[in-house]
């Protein structure tokens, strides 16, 4: 089987919007993501192994989990999902760079803005490569904590937070997520049950983006770290405004991140209201693409969304497959993109059909 010459062949359509990479932070991780493209594509494969030997003998030991079947450190763990969410982050966003879709703008969710700042220029990629295993490791000294994904506003919640329990990410109207230490979360989360909310536990053993990450916080390996202002325009989830050249040089803002909250909806609504784009999510499975559809701008059809990958593990061949169809979806708005072809047994869309 083989994909036909329309798919692959050129298109006389031109770019309409301007793309946007959407960078998917905490949340996103599962085992083996984005391995379906690690061999595959030099870019990948040589960005995935630059940042890994940022990291000397840890990077190794961390490629190995990546990869495994059955890792020795479990991904959720935060010294393997905020790592490899990075390094998968930026590299599919220099490969998507280099097979021919330049991002006009970065958006990225929690870790995902640090990718963002690597592909903006505002880091070097192994520099923050290295930041980022130096926060997930203080992080990981911290007694644990969770997280709690509740369908409210930021005021109907406001019973329930105090100095332990807090708003940790504002993701759209209506979807809010809490932080907090393991004992009180737990309390909150019937009390709020019982108020008619509803509130599920997300996958994470730390409390992100709460004042209990504070004593993990530090601006010492920033040290000989040079910062740049950003060479592309870089919309921060934390400020849910551009970044500006103050903040892009400033230590202090990179290394607050684990206690800040997170404003993507707010972020993303600011962007979207400025100009229409085409998005493209740039990390594994699909949750920034599902907040983004349900923003106005993309329900009326002025901005529109496309996801990389599959919205849940769906192995290695399917990594390929989603991204191959979605390199289609991009042709169709005019971007000519070059990516290598699909091995000879897997020129089939997602579904299962020939192309």
Known sequence: ?????????????????????????????????????????????????????????????????????????????????????????????????????????????????????????????????????????????????????????????????????????????????????????????????EAGLTAVPVKATTAFHSPALRPAISTEPYQGVTLRPPAVALWSAFAAAPLTADLALSPRFWAGHPVEPVLFGPALDALLTGEDLLLIETGPGQGLTSLARRHPRVRAGHSAVVPLLPARPLGPRHDRRHLLAAVDRLRDQGWKLNPPPAPHDEATDPSGETR
């Open 1 to 193: 089987m083989t994909r036909t010459t329309k798919t692959r062949g050129t298109r006389e359509a031109r770019p309409t919007r301007r793309i946007g990479f959407l960078l998917p932070g905490q949340g996103a991780q599962h085992q083996r993501m984005a391995a379906g493209l690690y061999g595959w594509d030099d870019v990948f494969t040589t960005t995935m192994d630059t940042l890994f030997a940022a990291l000397g003998t840890d990077g190794g030991t961390l490629r190995a989990d990546w990869l495994s079947d059955d890792p020795a450190v479990p991904p959720d763990h935060v010294t393997r999902a905020q790592p490899l969410l990075y390094a998968v982050d930026y590299a599919i966003g220099a490969t998507l760079r280099a097979w021919g879709a330049p991002p006009a703008v970065l958006l990225g969710h929690s870790a995902g803005e640090l990718a963002a700042g690597a592909l903006a220029g505002v880091f070097d990629p192994a520099d923050a490569m290295r930041l980022m295993w130096d926060r997930a490791r203080r992080i990981a000294a911290l007694p644990p904590g969770g997280m709690l994904a509740v369908a409210a506003t930021v005021e109907e919640l406001t019973p329930w937070l105090h100095g332990d329990v807090v708003i940790a990410a504002v993701n759209g109207p209506r979807q809010t997520m809490l932080a907090g230490p393991a004992a009180p979360l737990a309390e909150a989360l019937p009390r709020i049950r």
